[in-house]
């Protein structure tokens, strides 16, 4: 990639007024990308000792994102600003190879999450066996499988080289017009990492809802619809829609003109277009934290925890010289911690309503719930209980 002819790929072939308008967006979204990364990895180390192993793969996409954002973003705005790619060409290679490697990371990511999520609410008999050590195997595998495909360019198969635009790298479109193995690397990349993922991540997604679905209205014809099953239902199916539109957003532009440009002739695919769908493929180093932050409440509510924590601080600090403030400040802390105290999901509320007093045959009297389990325990929906829809489900996958 050191002679002349290659070196002219790394000039900017959009416009100014374009490349200024990519290294403005870039910019938002890498600082965006940068709080919103960090503020989950944060939350994370703050909640470390209760994780689930689920939650594992949460942080695991954290760190790809933020890791594609440090590597990739500083590069990419000042060569748009400069109008050229305006460092050397082995850098070049660092930046498509990280490019590859952290976006197929946060991909594979989402998809063996998609999987685990199915496995712990459609078959909880064998989900409620995933351990940490599972969790761990796959974040390993999810890295591996990753790496492959990024190291295959490195090795011969596939080639990595200047983007259509010009100001930045990936993989070389031109090279499957010249070269058999970098036509089998970009079908291998279009199937495997585009096709399987966003198959297994439909699946798993569609059947989750089914199961609530069906659990839900087997539950309604024993208690009122005004129920904890309702809200669980309402949080996975805002989960489920936001992540799978959130994949088909980022990675479909890319993958539709990528395959443009290796299967017909990429002199008659608009730069623009590469730019346009490399944007996209980069947003979501943003949206991905702020799915789970919205959307994941446990997170959501040690978040605010540790925000309303750093509020009572701050203002004990502020208002040391006067005794009525630091006291309201003080108790502010009490209540926070008060709070943090309790057990999350409602348990203390659900648990302490279970306690009843001895009826006269000796036996402990039930609440509602566990009726309308024991009554589902011969259904066909024994196998996603009303216990297990409610705690651990939105413990676990919400």
Same mark, same amino acid.
């Given at each position: 990639?050191?002679?002349?002819?290659?070196?002219?790929?790394?000039?900017? %072939?959009?416009?100014?007024?374009?490349? +200024?308008?990519?290294?403005?967006?870039?910019?938002?979204? =890498?600082?965006?990308?940068?709080?919103?990364?960090?503020?989950?990895? @944060? *939350?994370?180390?703050?909640?470390?000792?209760?994780?689930k192993p /689920?939650?594992?793969?949460? *942080?695991?996409?954290a760190?790809?994102?933020? %890791?594609?954002?440090?590597?990739?973003f500083?590069?990419?705005i000042? %060569?748009?600003?400069?109008?050229?790619?305006?460092?050397?060409?082995?850098?070049c290679?660092?930046?498509a190879?990280?490019?590859?490697?952290?976006?197929?990371?946060?991909?594979?990511?989402?998809?063996?999450?998609?999987?685990?999520?199915?496995?712990k609410?459609?078959?909880?008999?064998?989900?409620n066996?995933?351990?940490?050590?599972?969790?761990c195997?796959?974040? /390993?595998?999810?890295?591996?499988? /990753?790496?492959?495909?990024?190291?295959?360019?490195?090795?011969?198969?596939?080639?990595?080289g200047?983007?259509?635009?010009?100001?930045?790298?990936?993989?070389?479109?031109?090279a499957?017009?010249?070269?058999?193995?970098?036509?089998?690397?970009?079908?291998c990349?279009?199937?495997?990492?585009?096709?399987?993922?966003?198959?297994?991540?439909?699946?798993?997604?569609?059947?989750?809802?089914?199961?609530?679905?069906? %659990?839900?209205?087997?539950?309604?014809?024993?208690?009122?619809?005004?129920?904890?099953? /309702?809200n669980?239902?309402?949080?996975?199916?805002?989960?489920?829609?936001?992540?799978?539109?959130?994949?088909?957003?980022a990675?479909?532009?890319?993958?539709?003109?990528?395959?443009?440009?290796a299967?017909?002739?990429?002199?008659?695919?608009?730069p623009?277009?590469?730019?346009l769908?490399?944007? +996209?493929?980069?947003?979501?180093?943003?949206?991905?934290?702020?799915?789970?932050? *919205?959307?994941?409440?446990?997170?959501?509510?040690?978040l605010c925890?540790?925000?309303?924590? @750093?509020?009572?601080?701050?203002?004990?600090?502020?208002f040391?010289?006067?005794?009525?403030?630091? =006291?309201?400040?003080?108790?502010?802390?009490?209540?926070?911690?008060?709070?943090?105290?309790?057990?999350?999901?409602?348990?203390?509320?659900?648990q302490?309503?279970?306690?009843?007093?001895?009826?006269?045959?000796?036996?402990?009297?039930?609440?509602?719930p566990?009726?309308t389990?024991?009554?589902?325990?011969?259904?066909?929906?024994?196998?996603?209980? *009303?216990?297990?829809?409610?705690?651990?489900?939105q413990?676990?996958?919400?």
């Amino acid at each position: 990639m050191g002679n002349a002819s290659e070196m002219n790929l790394l000039v900017s %072939s959009i416009s100014k007024e374009n490349d +200024f308008l990519m290294a403005t967006i870039y910019t938002i979204f =890498g600082v965006l990308s940068l709080m919103g990364n960090g503020i989950l990895l @944060f *939350v994370a180390y703050r909640k470390k000792s209760s994780l689930k192993p /689920a939650e594992f793969f949460v *942080v695991n996409l954290a760190i790809s994102d933020l %890791s594609m954002t440090i590597s990739l973003f500083p590069l990419a705005i000042p %060569s748009a600003l400069a109008h050229r790619w305006l460092f050397n060409p082995s850098l070049c290679t660092v930046y498509a190879f990280c490019g590859v490697l952290f976006g197929l990371s946060s991909l594979t990511n989402l998809t063996v999450l998609s999987s685990v999520c199915w496995l712990k609410v459609c078959c909880p008999n064998y989900g409620n066996k995933f351990s940490y050590w599972h969790a761990c195997l796959l974040v /390993a595998a999810v890295w591996c499988y /990753a790496m492959v495909f990024a190291l295959g360019p490195l090795s011969g198969w596939g080639q990595y080289g200047a983007e259509p635009y010009g100001t930045a790298c990936c993989i070389d479109w031109n090279a499957p017009s010249h070269s058999r193995a970098a036509m089998s690397y970009i079908i291998c990349l279009f199937f495997f990492c585009y096709i399987v993922p966003c198959t297994v991540i439909a699946l798993s997604y569609a059947f989750i809802l089914m199961t609530v679905r069906g %659990s839900r209205q087997a539950v309604q014809q024993h208690m009122s619809p005004q129920n904890k099953v /309702a809200n669980t239902q309402t949080l996975i199916v805002k989960l489920s829609v936001a992540v799978c539109l959130g994949f088909l957003i980022a990675w479909s532009p890319y993958a539709i003109v990528s395959m443009w440009a290796a299967f017909g002739d990429p002199q008659n695919v608009p730069p623009m277009a590469f730019a346009l769908a490399a944007m +996209f493929a980069k947003s979501s180093t943003l949206y991905n934290p702020v799915i789970y932050l *919205v959307f994941k409440p446990n997170f959501r509510k040690s978040l605010c925890r540790d925000v309303a924590l @750093f509020r009572g601080t701050l203002c004990a600090c502020l208002f040391q010289a006067d005794p009525i403030q630091k =006291g309201a400040c003080e108790q502010l802390q009490l209540n926070v911690e008060h709070d943090s105290a309790r057990p999350p999901n409602g348990l203390h509320d659900s648990q302490s309503s279970r306690q009843c007093p001895e009826s006269g045959s000796g036996e402990h009297c039930s609440d509602t719930p566990q009726k309308t389990k024991r009554m589902l325990a011969g259904s066909l929906n024994s196998e996603l209980t *009303v216990s297990q829809l409610s705690n651990e489900a939105q413990s676990d996958f919400l």
